[in-house]
């Protein structure tokens, strides 16, 4: 099936019991066993949950998976991949990647004996020289947040295999509409799908896709275990909102193109950070590996100033402040003090983001209302 298919009918099997066409929320605890042992494969919600199967069946359709599992958030679901090591193991990270991730690694697994390299991925040989003994996994992202970098998730793969280290591979930013990860050669993907794939702004959730069987039985054990786990109504959100994946990606990535393209002619701007230039230093990856630029961009005015800085940012009508991305709404963001507040200055500054940088996540409302929302507000 093509993915407009996919998103549409994987998992979706009508309900035995009435012929639903949609899962229901199967709202329960637990589950009635006729013997001990006795049961119709589901046993306590934390493990088993029809819906959360629904979804999970969806989710690993769309990213061309085997399997798939949902977490309670995309923390969660990072949180599950790091608990796969041991103290002593060491973990080879990009540089420019979502401040919550850095602060799970910094400030939660780092204090377990956990140790992580962060390195500028756009050139994947960077990452041989960390390479060790007790490196066990390689993780990254892309495009990156929020500077929009590129990282040949192929030439990456090679050397995750050539050195038999796990890759994770944070996908959000894409989705899978418009990149496969798996595809080319990683063993894990991540999603908050509280962005693209639930995409309305009104679900916390994360998931995790992957093939091999075995990672994939011990990244239950870790669910089950722990107990990161999303409930039936948050499931049921994000398979509604998977359904409309390809109409909105299309969207996005059509007033992202349409955004950038303005910003860049804006006399008041001075860099705008949007993997779909053909001068975009990762342009040629990026055409080979994904099937679109999304709708997500950064920029910088000429006037950098912290107080024009502000003025902006509070200063739009349609772009809400606020931070996430990818619902069909669009947002402004300031990275330095919102979703990187984490990382500390010195180490921002030096991965290449200002203090002045403003994130766009570009929504599917009509673009000429948006560009003229950007206009008044940079003045």
Not at 38 to 66: C, F, M, V, W
Not at 185 to 211: E, F, P, Q, R
Not at 346 to 374: H, M, P, Y
Request: net charge negative; glycine share 8%; proline share 5%.
């Amino acid at each position: 099936m093509k993915f407009a298919t996919r998103v549409i009918h994987a998992g979706m099997e009508p309900d035995p019991s009435t012929g639903a066409i949609i899962p229901p929320i199967y709202q329960t605890s637990t589950f009635v066993q006729a013997a001990p042992g006795d049961h119709k494969g589901y046993e306590y919600a934390r493990s088993q949950n029809p819906t959360r199967k629904a979804l999970e069946t969806a989710l690993a359709s769309i990213e061309n998976a085997r399997f798939a599992l949902s977490y309670s958030s995309g923390v969660a679901a990072s949180d599950a991949v790091i608990r796969l090591l041991l103290p002593g193991d060491e973990v080879i990270a990009a540089n420019d990647m979502y401040g919550g991730t850095f602060r799970l690694f910094s400030k939660i697994f780092e204090k377990t004996g956990i140790h992580f390299h962060y390195v500028n991925m756009q050139n994947p040989e960077n990452i041989r020289g960390l390479i060790n003994e007790k490196t066990k996994l390689i993780w990254t992202e892309t495009p990156t947040n929020p500077l929009m970098n590129i990282v040949d998730l192929a030439a990456v793969a090679a050397i995750a295999k050539e050195k038999h280290l796990l890759l994770c591979v944070d996908n959000t930013f894409a989705s899978p509409y418009l990149q496969n990860p798996l595809d080319l050669g990683a063993d894990i993907v991540i999603h908050s799908a509280t962005k693209y794939l639930g995409g309305h702004s009104d679900v916390i959730h994360g998931c995790l896709m992957m093939n091999d069987p075995a990672l994939r039985e011990q990244l239950y054990f870790i669910q089950k275990s722990c107990g990161a786990v999303p409930g039936p109504q948050d499931c049921f959100l994000v398979l509604r909102g998977i359904k409309t994946l390809e109409l909105r990606m299309q969207r996005h990535c059509e007033n992202g193109e349409k955004i950038a393209h303005w910003l860049r002619k804006n006399s008041k701007v001075k860099t705008v950070y949007w993997c779909g230039f053909e001068d975009h230093p990762g342009y040629a990856v990026a055409s080979r590996q994904m099937r679109g630029f999304g709708g997500m961009i950064s920029f910088e005015l000429k006037n950098s100033s912290a107080e024009e800085t502000k003025r902006v940012l509070s200063a739009t009508r349609l772009f809400s402040l606020a931070e996430s991305l990818g619902g069909v709404e669009s947002l402004i963001s300031h990275p330095a003090s919102m979703t990187h507040a984490s990382i500390p200055r010195e180490e921002r500054i030096k991965n290449g983001l200002s203090d002045s940088l403003i994130r766009l996540s570009v929504g599917i409302e009509d673009a000429g209302d948006l560009t003229e929302d950007l206009d008044q507000a940079i003045g």
